[in-house]
């Protein structure tokens, strides 16, 4: 009897060993081919030249929004996405936006609006029509906003899943 106990421990320890080893390697293959992990979310950067709207869209065919930024180190690891795809610092779209009420940002996936690495007098409205925010703007590569209608590269940023 002891012995029937004791190899049924056995194999149901071996089986959720298996099932963990199993659980680990689909988490570990979940990052998305092309896609760099920062935290709990992912990044990838685009190179087409798109209107915000439009590249929002395209954002949102690869189930993921423009970036929203919620720190210094997630602003400088998505500058290093980009320079790995560019090797430069090319202005680029982000998702963050006024459009609905001058000076209201807001993060178009919903981040709440915490951070911002603006350049010094932005964002301006200079005008009153800059509505969409891009980073790596001047020799500061900082964010500054823009009318949404400009064509530049994106980011997006995907949630792990």
């Known amino acids: 009897m002891k012995l029937l106990t004791a190899s049924a421990l056995l194999c149901a320890m071996m089986a959720l060993t298996t099932a963990a080893e199993e659980h680990l390697i689909e988490k570990r293959a979940t990052c998305p081919r092309g896609w760099s992990r920062y935290g709990n979310r992912y990044f990838q950067y685009f190179p087409h030249h798109l209107t915000w709207a439009q590249a929002q869209r395209y954002c949102q065919l690869k189930k993921a929004n423009l970036a929203s930024i919620r ?70 590569k900082c964010m500054n906003d823009k009318p949404c209608n400009y064509r530049y590269p994106f980011v997006c940023v995907r949630k792990r899943r």
């Not at 720190?71 to 090319?90: A, D, F, N």
């Not at 609905?100 to 007098?121: K, L, M, N, S």
Request: aromatic share 20%.
């Open 71 to 140: 720190s210094l180190g997630e602003y400088r690891k998505i500058q290093r996405v980009i320079y790995r795809s560019t090797h430069s610092y090319p202005v680029t779209w982000i998702g963050g936006s006024d459009a609905q009420q001058e000076r209201y940002w807001f993060w178009i996936d919903g981040t709440p609006f915490t951070y911002a690495y603006w350049c010094r007098g932005e964002p301006n409205n200079v005008w009153h029509r800059e509505h969409c925010m891009h980073m790596n703007w001047t020799g500061r």
